[in-house]
Every structure is written in structure tokens, then in C-alpha cells.
């Protein structure tokens, strides 16, 4: 038995777990309009859920109209039994790229209606969509419109950093910066982007090392010097045409990685060429090298060898249907 001294603390003590937990039960029938998942990463596909927890003061919900933000793109809705839906669409403040061709405009808002949702049971509102790679590090909104028997609620207030949180909060998607897509490396202000080299037969001294290097700072950097594991040696080339003849030369200065600009180093162009080498480089290996930078410094990097002939990478990505 415990003394009364002793069971007033135990009491008070379960006290704040007993109110948490029955803040967790009752947590749904005062919850707000959410999404579920309500975190992606730039650049990915999405697949999410306005979950609806309850009506309007009591009232079943018979309307949910969601407001695509600017950044998700390529949005299409999924059907529901009981419910119709219909889309608005509006152009894109930045047109993005699908299958090679240019898409300017797509669904801005979704629309489920005619359904009956009472007050006392919960439901989800699905739809997917693509995250663009610069929306990396916002929250972005879904503004939603409950529209009920009797009344409506706006879910469109914005929460504010140090504020508390508004009665009618807009859906938020957090979205994490954009991962580096495989074979990319990122140093500084410049991005290595799939470093490789071809197969060469027998007896070959020479082989050509490619890849694109991207500077997205606001000074220049310069390629000066490289190292390859199967090689001597390597020099920075330039082939170009000279009144109808194909030639090369090294570049003794280095290669010049403008600011936000782009090289590519590939067949018939700026290139590194891998002198004196140990033995002939075979489709599938993977050999290790340093690029050297004026400002950047030493950048390791694997080079991947692919077939005799072969052209460069497919760019690194993806979309969905």
C-alpha cells in the first residue's frame, strides 16, 4: 500500500502523461487540413495526401479545392468513388522540361466535390506531381478550401518563423535540397559531372578522358593539371577545325571553367588525354584520377570506361508517367 504523501506524487506525476495521451486521442477531431507525406527532395516525383480529419464545426465536408504552389509541377489528381474531380490550369512561372519537349502550363488547382464526408469520419484527397530541383529548402503552401453543408473553412493562413501557429494553417511541403545525381561531384562552386573514358584495344598508348564541369560561382576557375592511374601521364587537349582539317593541340595554360558557365570535355573537343598507358583500359573498369583546379584544388574522381565508339552519358534524371 502506498502512503498518501507518496501517492499524491505518483499522482501528479501521471498527470501530464494522462492529459498528453488524451491530447493524442482527441488530436484528430481538432486537427488541421494536412499533407501525408508532407516532406520530398527537389528534383524527385511525389505521390501525396490532403488528409481532411473532420467538417466544419460539426458539418460534413462536401468540397476540397487544393491550390498547387509555384515549384510542383506535372500534377495530376487521383479519382475518388463518390466524388468528382476537376483541375484548373494555369501557365508555369518557369516552364520545365519533360520527355525533350518544353511544358509551360499544367494543373494549378484540384477540385474533389460532390462527395459527402460527415464531420465524425476522416478522409484522403490524393494527387502526384514533381518537385523542381530549385525549390530545394522552402515550405511550400497548398492553400485548401473545406467546403462543408453549412459553412467553409480557408486553410490558406501562413505560419511565420518565431510566431505561433495560426488557427488555419495552409498544408506545408518541406522540401530538402536536391540530391547529387549519381557520378556527380560537387566541389566548391564547381560540379564534376560523370567523369569516364572508352575502351581501347591492344597495344593502344593513348586514350581520351571526358565529362562536363560546371562553375556556378561568380569567379572563374581554371582545370591546370590531371592525373589518371593507368597512365604516365595526362595533358589537357583541344581538338578543333582549321580550314577544313581536324587538329589538336595541349593546352599548356589550362582550360578556363567560366563563371557560371559550363564545359564539356567530350570526343572531337577539349578532352584529357591519358599518355603512356600501363595497360589497355577494358569496358566496365572504373579508374581512379585527380583533377587538379587553380582555385578549388585537388578533386579525386573515378572514371568510368565504356565500350570502343562510345558517346557520353545520358544526362543524369528522371520523370514519371
Not at 172 to 184: E, I, N
Amino acid at each position: 500500500m502506498f502512503s498518501r504523501p507518496m501517492f499524491s506524487r505518483l499522482a501528479a506525476r501521471a498527470l501530464p502523461v494522462a492529459a498528453l495521451a488524451s491530447a493524442l486521442i482527441a488530436g484528430p477531431a481538432a486537427a488541421h487540413v494536412t499533407l501525408a507525406p508532407n516532406q520530398a527532395q527537389a528534383g524527385t516525383s511525389i505521390r501525396t495526401a490532403l488528409r481532411v480529419p473532420h467538417g466544419c464545426d460539426g458539418s460534413a465536408t462536401t468540397a476540397i479545392k487544393v491550390t498547387i504552389p509555384e515549384g510542383v509541377v506535372g500534377v495530376k489528381p487521383m479519382p475518388k468513388a463518390g466524388w468528382t474531380v476537376a483541375t484548373e490550369t494555369a501557365p508555369y512561372a518557369k516552364p520545365y522540361t519533360s520527355h525533350g519537349k518544353t511544358i509551360s502550363e499544367g494543373v494549378k488547382s484540384i477540385t474533389w466535390s460532390g462527395g459527402n464526408l460527415p464531420d465524425a469520419q476522416y478522409e484522403e484527397f490524393i494527387f502526384i506531381g514533381s518537385v523542381q530541383a530549385d525549390a530545394g529548402g522552402q515550405n511550400l503552401a497548398f492553400p485548401v478550401l473545406q467546403t462543408c453543408e453549412k459553412g467553409a473553412t480557408d486553410w490558406s493562413e501562413m505560419a511565420m518563423q518565431g510566431q505561433p501557429m495560426p488557427p488555419r494553417p495552409a498544408p506545408l511541403l518541406k522540401v530538402a535540397a536536391a540530391a547529387a545525381p549519381a557520378g556527380v561531384i560537387k566541389v566548391g562552386d564547381l560540379t564534376l559531372d560523370a567523369p569516364w573514358s572508352r575502351a581501347t584495344p591492344g597495344g593502344a598508348k593513348v586514350a581520351g578522358g571526358f565529362l562536363k564541369i560546371t562553375n556556378t560561382g561568380t569567379t572563374p576557375d581554371r582545370l591546370v593539371s590531371a592525373t589518371f592511374e593507368q597512365s604516365g601521364r595526362v595533358e589537357i587537349h583541344e581538338m578543333a577545325m582549321n580550314n577544313g582539317v581536324m587538329t589538336m593541340r595541349p593546352l599548356a595554360a589550362g582550360l578556363e571553367i567560366a563563371p557560371g558557365k559550363s564545359v564539356e570535355l567530350a570526343p572531337g573537343g577539349f578532352h584529357l588525354m591519358f599518355m603512356d598507358l600501363k595497360q589497355p583500359l577494358k569496358e566496365g573498369e572504373k579508374v581512379k584520377g585527380v583533377l587538379v583546379f587553380q582555385k578549388a584544388g585537388k578533386v579525386d574522381v573515378t572514371f568510368d570506361v565504356r565500350g570502343l565508339g562510345a558517346s557520353a552519358p545520358a544526362a543524369a534524371g528522371g520523370h514519371q508517367h
